[in-house]
């Protein structure tokens, strides 16, 4: 009976035996055939399986146990397949591993994949196809169009087969690899537009090592493996979308997946990447958040030696400095030599060390005209920086340590006008509008207000609007943050609020900045600016639906605040306070 049920369920289930009969194995139409044509079902039945069973003479008396326990033919066979099947599949794992030399391997692997392709329509035997396939570093290119035209069989084929597909179907990789880099840029949005609190969350905090462990990135690497077309066709997928959305976190992508294939010795890739060692020494300066002079000359030696014919090299050199990371270190560094500088009483043009730095910025900071316009040509600085700039923006450090002297010598101190060149070079140059940013930078750090209502009107109006990027704003905001208290002065929240964020909310971005800044500074400001800066962000049908629950949850916010009451300072209990007066003599 237990063998009668099995068959009746081969029969039903036919499909399952999908190529077999190719390999001249009888499936479940050979059977339909037999029972239909025969004059004995029974003995037709008998037969089949007599041909088709396990043919293993010990087997045979152990069956009527199985079904003492109710264990139909079926399920045994199911169960024997599955073991065979893994076994099968171990086999293939270890004469990979084997030291066979690689011929031996390769025409072994391959006369196996001959065999058994012809059942990977089988769900049962798909599983040892596409291992042995795995295995296969060239896949003959029949077997895998047919994998590409069944959306199936190329949903469940391993990566390590999809590289082969994708090789020769670009538009397929692309569609692949599009998801990835939009759920990038959602997750560096996420973390800049953060109520996350302060402390824990700035954009530039963790270090480069920990940022490319993340999903994306582990990702591409593993759909790029060792394959160099592949991962050139990322490289063209990241400078076609950098051009046509001017959005820098591409640029960090392109440098986080070097430095991961860098990481997990990915030789074969790094040894034709031209910008390899480059981005490797400066990756170590982004982690250190400083540049040296070792490794200045060491970068140095990288862009002079680009050579004649390869000026192509330098339209990714530009993307990797135009990471916003990068940017963030060559900056700090370059504001930190201006000091030293200021401290030594030179003069800008006669260090070796600040050319060098604007050189790399004025690389990063043209990244976009430079891959835009494909003229492979290194900008360099203007003169009128140089020599007029960078003395100005000196005499802003100088004027800020007068007046830090002044004030602990309780004298007034009156802040000169800052000079028409000065505004004029941070519109029409960049490297003035980053250094310029950075130093603002160092004087919210320092809550030198009287410098940050200084400067900041300045900064509504920049070259590209660099200073109105969202890294850039994300970092500002943190700053400001930082120094909570000194917002219940009226002339601060003016010069911050009235002559820099509201004069340019319109950006969306700006206005998400806007609103997390008052997110955490709301319990310090005056009331009656509080309840203007409410009106005034208020957003409309125009804005969108991020800024509306922004917005809406900032309201919440300030409607549930209360203020912690003001404690009366317990009296001391002292035990001299049950002493009686003592009587006067």
């Not at 002297?405 to 004029?424: D, G, Q």
């Not at 309201?555 to 549930?560: C, E, L």
């Amino acid at each position: 009976m237990a063998e009668k049920k099995s068959t009746e369920a081969v029969v039903q289930t036919g499909g399952t035996t999908t190529g077999l009969t190719d390999l001249g194995i009888p499936g479940g139409e050979q059977l339909r055939e037999a029972l239909s044509t025969c004059t004995d079902p029974i003995r037709a039945i008998q037969e089949f399986q007599d041909e088709n069973s396990i043919l293993l003479p010990s087997l045979k008396p152990a069956l009527p146990l199985l079904d003492l326990h109710s264990v139909n033919r079926f399920d045994f066979h199911g169960s024997m397949v599955e073991r065979l099947k893994d076994r099968l599949m171990q086999q293939v794992s270890s004469l990979v591993s084997e030291k066979d030399t690689d011929a031996e391997s390769k025409g072994k692997l391959e006369a196996m994949l001959e065999k058994c392709f012809l059942t990977i329509k089988n769900p049962t035997l798909r599983p040892v196809v596409m291992h042995v396939m795995k295995h296969i570093n060239n896949i003959p290119e029949d077997y895998l169009k047919k994998l590409l035209e069944d959306p199936n069989l190329y949903k469940e084929s391993a990566t390590e087969v999809k590289r082969q597909i994708w090789r020769n179907n670009q538009s397929l990789f692309g569609d692949e690899v599009s998801p990835l880099l939009s759920q990038y840029i959602k997750e560096k949005d996420t973390l800049l537009f953060s109520l996350e609190p302060v402390n824990s969350n700035n954009f530039f905090t963790p270090a480069p090592k920990s940022r490319r462990q993340g999903e994306v990135v582990q990702k591409l690497m593993h759909m790029i493996g060792r394959d160099v077309k592949l991962y050139d066709m990322v490289l063209q997928f990241l400078r076609t979308l950098f051009l046509r959305t001017r959005n820098v976190h591409y640029c960090t992508l392109r440098a986080e997946l070097l430095m991961a294939l860098h990481d997990t010795e990915v030789h074969e890739i790094c040894s034709v990447d031209p910008c390899h060692k480059f981005t490797w020494c400066l990756d170590a300066c982004i982690r250190e958040r400083f540049i040296d002079a070792k490794r200045a000359r060491e970068l140095q030696g990288f862009l002079d030696g680009v050579k004649r014919g390869q000026e192509q090299v330098l339209g990714d050199l530009s993307m990797i400095l135009c990471d916003p990371y990068a940017v963030n270190t060559v900056a700090s560094s370059s504001l930190k030599v201006l000091q030293h500088l200021v401290a030594q009483e030179s003069l800008p043009r006669d260090s070796p060390e600040l050319s060098l730095l604007l050189r790399m910025l004025s690389l990063g900071l043209g990244a976009w005209e430079m891959i835009d316009s494909q003229v492979f040509k290194e900008p360099k600085p203007d003169n009128e920086v140089i020599t007029k700039f960078l003395p100005a923006l000196m005499g802003l450090m100088v004027e800020d340590q007068v007046r830090l002297v002044a004030k602990k010598l309780s004298e007034n101190h009156k802040n000169s006008s800052i000079p028409k060149t000065f505004a004029k070079s941070i519109r029409q140059h960049g490297i003035a509008a980053i250094l310029t940013l950075y130093y603002l930078y160092n004087v919210t750090k320092h809550r030198n207000k009287d410098a940050i209502m200084h400067i900041i009107p300045k900064m509504t109006d920049t070259h590209n609007d660099l200073s109105l990027e969202d890294p850039f704003v994300h970092l500002l905001v943190s700053l400001l943050i930082s120094m909570a208290e000194e917002f219940s002065a009226e002339d601060l929240c003016g010069a911050v609020f009235d002559n820099f964020f509201l004069v340019v909310a319109s950006r969306e971005g700006v206005r998400r900045h806007l609103l997390r800044l008052l997110w955490f500074l709301h319990p310090k400001l005056p009331t009656s600016r509080l309840a203007k800066l409410q009106t005034q962000l208020e957003p409309t049908k125009e804005h969108s639906e991020a800024v509306h629950k922004q917005f809406s949850a900032l309201a919440d916010k300030i409607n549930s605040y209360t203020p912690s009451p003001a404690h009366d300072s317990p009296a001391l209990e002292s035990p001299l306070m049950s002493v009686p007066t003592p009587a006067p003599l």
